[in-house]
């Protein structure tokens, strides 16, 4: 069983930086690839940015490209996603996922574990 649990979201201008954070307990996700996720209302779950388990792939998506790093902590069990620039366009509930798998895994069917999610919020 893994239990994740994200923090560092907020309410932020347009412009402006957050870094969100997951930390994971039960078991080690250390082999295993991350994903961030994200779900504004009425829309399904998208990948925003994914990394491998031993860090050395990453993928982040074309909305999000040049403006969001994912990072990952195995020797704290940690993952992040270092937010810039953001607009408007990005609220939304940030969510980080477990792979069942090592390699990057782009599709939400891929994951196991979730966690509970932390709101993004961008004003104008």
């Known amino acids: 069983q893994v239990h994740l649990v994200e923090s560092g979201g907020g309410l932020v201008q347009a412009g402006g930086s957050l870094r969100v954070s997951c930390v994971a307990s039960?078991?080690?996700?250390?082999?295993?690839?991350m994903g961030w996720f994200r779900q504004a209302p009425g829309k399904a779950r998208e990948l925003v940015a994914v990394?491998?388990?031993?860090?050395?792939?990453?993928y982040t998506a074309q909305s999000v490209k040049g403006r969001f790093t994912i990072s990952r902590d195995n020797a704290k069990n940690t993952v992040s996603l270092q937010m810039n620039s953001l607009e408007p366009e990005d609220t939304a509930v940030y969510y980080c996922?477990?792979?069942?798998?090592?390699?990057?895994?782009?599709?939400?069917?891929?994951?196991?574990?979730w966690g509970q999610g932390t709101q993004v919020t961008v004003s104008s």
């Open positions: 996922g477990r792979s069942r798998g090592s390699w990057v895994s782009f599709h939400v069917g891929e994951y196991d574990y």
């Open positions: 039960g078991r080690t996700i250390s082999r295993s690839s």
């Open positions: 990394i491998s388990g031993g860090g050395a792939t990453t």
